[in-house]
């Protein structure tokens, strides 16, 4: 039954897919593959495609001292706690706020669902906006420059995303279940631990994933309002610089090492993640 | 029930993040408002003096502004259609190229990758690839015959590379929301087309480009709207040279505020992209609902 040019536009379409494939993992291969080259490998012409591999770039940018003296090592200590008490901050008061838009909306100034919209507009606000006031009030507080300046500026834009997708998974447990809690006389505090919470942990496992990958991946407002004391991973990434040069191998390394923690969390959550990376538009 | 819930008023789990919001985001926002009004920089070490409009009435003679604003037109304009295109091939090829479906879920998720590499790290590892001296892409054009490009050099072309990084890393975004929209369409359509005997391609058209035309407005919304707040890539790719060739706005703002420490201006400027982002949403969005 299968018609010929059916057959030929099958194996146009797995071509186009292999294609596809390595588009997408060639320039994460060539990073992998810069940091485990040697300093003459990285600078060579023809490019070194499979070198011998040599770690110590990543053995220098994982450890507390070392050539350069841990500052990869620091840098990612620094996104680490960031991006865990972003993530925190934003989960759990996210969590309270959407379960009372979503099952008390009546409580909520201007009702709970042009609330959950109101507080989403502000993710979209360019970063750039509030980041020019916020460094100035940081300053005058003189918090420029700690893991709290960072964690507490990322929680702007956080909160609110965590607000919108957790309501969202709220909204989809059946109300009898919520009603019956109720009924029964549950308090709305133990009617949200005892059972929304425990209803909705897929939804909130994707949440805390995405805060923070939100957290760990950001650059502007880091470069911004940090400088010397706190340097995310990200910052160091484009700005590390060894003997007035540019440090290939040693961004290559430190990149890969960043790159690892968001993918991780996305393969083993992959089923979970579309609705929150596509804002709730997609179930 | 009613009595009930005012009994035990839940308002105070949704105050400290309202609160939180309210303070970080929105005295921040008014504080700003404030700031564009004022003359200020921090480079003379003047206290900041009001001068209410000038700051705006100075942005639209400014000729970098400007340029940086056709700049970001020709970047998400070419820019996301370049995504929208390439995203639909790769949600087709992957919908209908891989029967197995435990396959297409490993092919899917390995091509969303790219989105979740922290955008500095895509941006490096493009700009070793651009490189004019030692990059493999340039190897690889003169070897085959092609011309040599040098990507991040020349004025003329910069931007696009940027933009090329771009369209690698925020792709799959298409794809995924195509790709959902793909699952949603009824398999009874393609089942009747099949028993009609249309061909592939037809059935594309007909049938499939149709029903994910909401799932295509919204993806390319999404991504507008990014585009507007894009920066990280650029910093670190080309830092909007050679000279000023590829400086989008964001760029822009971020250096007058924290290099020529012009922050009124700044300021000034930030709210003037934010205002054009809402009125081009709104006019897509009015758009979106009349066809």
Redo the contacts between chains.
């Keep these: 039954m299968i018609q010929k040019s059916d057959l030929v536009v099958r194996l146009v379409f797995i071509v186009v897919a292999a294609v596809i494939v390595l588009w997408t993992l060639f320039p994460i291969y060539w990073l992998a593959v810069t940091g485990v080259k040697t300093q003459t490998d990285v600078l060579t012409s023809p490019p070194v495609w499979f070198p011998k591999p040599d770690w110590h770039f990543y053995r220098d940018v994982l450890s507390e001292s070392g050539i350069s003296q841990g500052v990869g090592y620091i840098a990612l200590r620094d996104s680490l706690i960031i991006s865990m008490g972003t993530t925190l901050l934003c989960v759990i008061l996210g969590a309270m706020a959407a379960y009372v838009c979503s099952v008390f909306p009546a409580n909520v100034p201007t009702g709970g669902k042009s609330m959950a919209f109101t507080i989403l507009t502000f993710r979209m606000f360019p970063p750039i906006v509030p980041t020019i006031p916020i460094f100035w009030l940081f300053f005058l507080l003189g918090l420029l420059d700690t893991h709290l300046s960072l964690i507490i500026a990322f929680t702007t834009f956080n909160l609110p995303f965590a607000i919108y997708m957790m309501k969202t998974f709220f909204d989809d447990i059946p109300r009898p279940i919520v009603d019956a809690g109720l009924v029964d006389g549950y308090s709305p505090f133990k009617l949200f631990w005892k059972i929304v919470l425990p209803l909705a942990v897929p939804g909130l496992v994707s949440v805390t994933a995405l805060c923070f990958v939100f957290a760990w991946n950001e650059f502007l407002m880091s470069l911004i309002l940090t400088s010397t004391a706190v340097r995310p991973y990200t910052v160091l990434l484009a700005t590390w610089m060894t003997a007035m040069e540019i440090a290939w191998a040693h961004r290559a390394a430190l990149a890969v090492v960043g790159i690892i923690p968001p993918i991780i969390l996305v393969w083993i959550l992959r089923d979970r993640l579309v609705r929150g990376m596509t804002l709730g538009a997609v179930r | 029930?009613q009595a009930?819930?005012r009994f035990?008023?839940?308002?105070w789990?949704?105050t400290?993040?309202?609160l939180?919001?309210l303070v970080?985001?929105i005295?921040?926002?008014i504080?700003?408002v404030y700031?564009s009004l004022n003359a200020w920089s921090l480079a003379g070490g003047k206290p900041p003096e009001l001068n209410w409009g000038l700051n705006y009435v100075w942005m639209v003679t400014d000729p970098r502004f400007l340029d940086s604003l056709v700049r970001l037109a020709y970047y998400a304009g070419v820019g996301v259609s370049l995504q929208l295109i390439l995203g639909l091939?790769?949600s087709?090829?992957?919908y209908?190229?891989?029967r197995s479906a435990r396959m297409r879920?490993i092919?899917l998720?390995?091509?969303?990758?790219?989105?979740?590499?922290?955008?500095?790290?895509?941006?490096?590892?493009?700009w070793?690839?651009d490189h004019s001296?030692?990059g493999?892409i340039n190897?690889y054009f003169t070897?085959v015959g092609l011309p040599y490009v040098d990507w991040l050099g020349d004025p003329r072309i910069a931007l696009t590379s940027v933009m090329i990084a771009e369209i690698?890393q925020w792709t799959?975004?298409m794809m995924?929301?195509l790709y959902?929209?793909r699952l949603s369409i009824p398999a009874s359509l393609y089942e009747a087309a099949e028993l009609d005997g249309a061909?592939?391609?037809l059935v594309f058209r007909r049938i499939t480009l149709p029903s994910l035309k909401k799932?295509i407005a919204?993806a390319v919304l999404?991504r507008l709207?990014d585009s507007?707040?894009f920066?990280?890539t650029l910093?670190?790719m080309t830092h909007g040279g050679p000279g000023t060739s590829s400086e989008l706005p964001?760029l822009y703002?971020?250096v007058k505020?924290?290099e020529q420490l012009q922050?009124g201006r700044?300021?000034a400027l930030?709210?003037a992209?934010?205002l054009l982002?809402i009125i081009a949403g709104n006019i897509f969005l009015k758009m979106q609902e009349r066809s």
């Design positions: 029930m009930r819930r035990v008023n839940p308002v789990m949704f400290p993040g309202f939180i919001i970080i985001s005295v921040p926002l504080f700003s700031i091939i790769f087709t090829a992957i209908d190229g891989i879920s092919v998720t390995v091509c969303l990758t790219p989105m979740l590499v922290a955008p500095v790290a895509a941006g490096f590892s493009w070793m690839m001296t030692y493999v190897y070897a690698w799959p975004f995924l929301i959902a929209g061909r592939s391609l799932f919204l999404l709207i507007y707040k920066i990280d910093f670190i964001t703002i971020y505020a924290f922050l700044a300021a930030s709210w992209i934010t982002a």
